[in-house]
């Protein structure tokens, strides 16, 4: 038998399990993704998932946290318009003035990026002059290509004349092959995966010109949440000391491993 003793201690419990349960529920991050950067993000083959080190880093922070994340991957122009608008939470990015305007940023980055190199076709007649390029204006006599919404390249090459944009880096080592562009200036860790999975093995070059381009900044991917999230300044204080205290250079050792 149940007594009514019994019944009064249990509504405030029930009451307790479903408030937490509701508490949970609106601290649900959506994260956006570059759905094409592997080993950072990328979809699965059969596009039911975001995978990469960027997502196993914020699972890291969610666990630490009592959060739910999701993880979503879009085009990447579409993806930074998504936080702006509200469709979706958060991304892990470099920090930009124009994102900046519509999301607040934890100051300790996520993870910090290679720095970048210069690929080529050893083939090139024009191969001789990018490795022996010493200014950023020397560059500029040739053509490059960087994928939609790269804020990083726009910056560095924002003075080129000769810049074509397209939606995948795959289509940029095609473009290197048949010599529509010269050089392509990216991570070596993206490049170099997709290098292998496209089997293009030794058939690029790189060259480690970092002296070409001012990297003493380095390209640093910092969470940032849309600044209408609610409480959005408390939270990424939070974040910001789980981050902080979680992601150690262990931590981000172990990850990045799983992929290469």
Not at 54 to 69: G, K, V, Y
Request: charged content about 20%.
């Amino acid at each position: 038998m149940i007594h009514r003793r019994t019944v009064i201690f249990a509504i405030p419990s029930l009451f307790f399990l479903t408030g937490h349960a509701h508490s949970r529920e609106q601290q649900t991050i959506r994260l956006a993704y570059h759905p094409d950067i592997p080993p950072y993000s990328f979809q699965t083959s059969d596009q039911s998932a975001t995978k990469g080190i960027l997502p196993d880093l914020t699972d890291t922070l969610a666990f630490s946290m009592n959060l739910a994340f999701s993880h979503q991957s879009y085009p990447w122009e579409r993806a930074q318009r998504m936080v702006e608008l509200g469709m979706v939470d958060a991304f892990c990015c470099p920090i930009t003035p124009e994102r900046q305007r519509y999301a607040i940023f934890a100051p300790t980055p996520i993870i910090v990026l290679h720095g970048q190199v210069v690929f080529f076709n050893p083939a090139s007649p024009n191969a001789p002059e990018i490795k022996a390029a010493r200014r950023i204006e020397d560059f500029y006599l040739f053509k490059t290509a960087t994928f939609l919404g790269n804020s990083r390249h726009d910056q560095i090459w924002k003075d080129h004349p000769n810049v074509e944009k397209v939606s995948r880096v795959e289509q940029i080592l095609v473009m290197l092959l048949r010599g529509r562009i010269d050089f392509y200036f990216a991570d070596p860790l993206v490049t170099g995966y997709k290098i292998k999975t496209a089997g293009l093995n030794g058939l690029l070059d790189s060259a480690p010109l970092g002296y070409i381009v001012d990297q003493n900044r380095e390209t640093e991917m910092q969470f940032g949440l849309r600044r209408s999230y609610p409480e959005a300044e408390k939270l990424i204080v939070d974040i910001d000391t789980t981050i902080k205290k979680i992601i150690t250079p262990e931590l981000r050792k172990n990850i990045v491993s799983r992929y290469l």
